[in-house]
């Protein structure tokens, strides 16, 4: 994993290699910090509490975007704090916690699956810490219960597993209308004031005018593939196998 990087005034980011995963940290008074998705190897997330203890910060909090198994993880050198999801989204990973520990097992053995997935659901429009101000941002494109979280102070966009721009938009298959749902979630996010910052759950920050490219590429990927335009399949982004098994399984999905 890449050391933390200050990419916007107390947000810090760091990226795994694998699958270009992002773990973010916000920074509060005193000690105290948020942390959101960390991840991925076991060595990864220890590596990056080892990095928060070196800087004298002291996690009091975390957030998980969304029930993926990438997305849940913890360890107890990050300390034994409540981390917070949507309810929809803590949920979700009770009810499917043995198809998680599946995923987990098979692609990143070796976490601590007592911590697991052990998330807290939080019926709020904000995370309760005494740091920057973290609205939550809750719709069910990607995944039921996704919850963004926008710093307005920092004016970064944490999008969760959404405005990536190596991965095309991944459809929740559990929605009776999964584009129209996507489509949805992405106006959420396009609500939102003043984005200067963009941190994905995989790929690369970027800035307010990335912000707004990649709201329109995903939305020009959704109109294609709902229209079952061979431009779809043809988007930059799709550039390995799984995602091109992906954008077919999209395909059948929706043209069966």
């Known amino acids: 994993m890449r050391p933390l990087t200050e990419v916007a005034p107390g947000v810090l980011v760091a990226t795994a290699e694998k699958y270009t995963t992002t773990s973010t940290v916000i920074v509060g008074p005193g000690a105290a910090c948020l942390v959101v998705d960390p991840a991925l190897m076991p ?38 704090v409540p981390r917070y999801a949507t309810p929809r989204a803590a949920q979700t990973a009770e009810h499917e916690r043995d198809g998680l520990i599946e995923g987990v097992t098979e692609s990143a053995p070796g976490h601590d ?7 807290t659901p939080l019926p709020a429009d904000h995370v309760p810490w005494e740091g920057p101000v973290a609205q939550i941002l809750a719709h069910d494109a990607h995944e039921a219960g996704h919850g963004a979280l926008f710093i307005s102070g920092a004016g970064t966009l944490l999008a969760g597993d959404m405005l990536s721009d190596l991965e095309i938009p991944l459809l929740y298959e559990g929605s009776p209308d999964p584009v129209g749902q996507y489509r949805a979630g992405l ?3 396009a609500g939102v004031q003043d984005v200067r910052v963009l941190v994905p759950g995989h790929g690369h920050v970027g800035d307010g005018a990335e912000f707004r490219r990649r709201l329109d590429a995903d939305r020009r990927y959704l109109d294609a593939l709902e229209r079952g335009a061979p431009a779809a399949g043809q988007d930059e982004r799709i550039g390995n196998d799984w995602l091109r098994a992906e954008h077919d399984r999209q395909f059948r999905l929706l043209h069966r």
């Open 43 to 80: 060595a990864e997330v220890a590596g990056l509490a080892a990095e928060l203890a070196a800087r004298g910060l002291q996690p009091v909090a975390g957030w998980s975007t969304h029930p993926h198994w990438d997305h849940v993880l913890w360890s107890a050198e990050l300390g034994d």
């Open 113 to 119: 699956l007592e911590l697991f997935a052990r998330l």
């Open 187 to 189: 106006d959420l996010l």
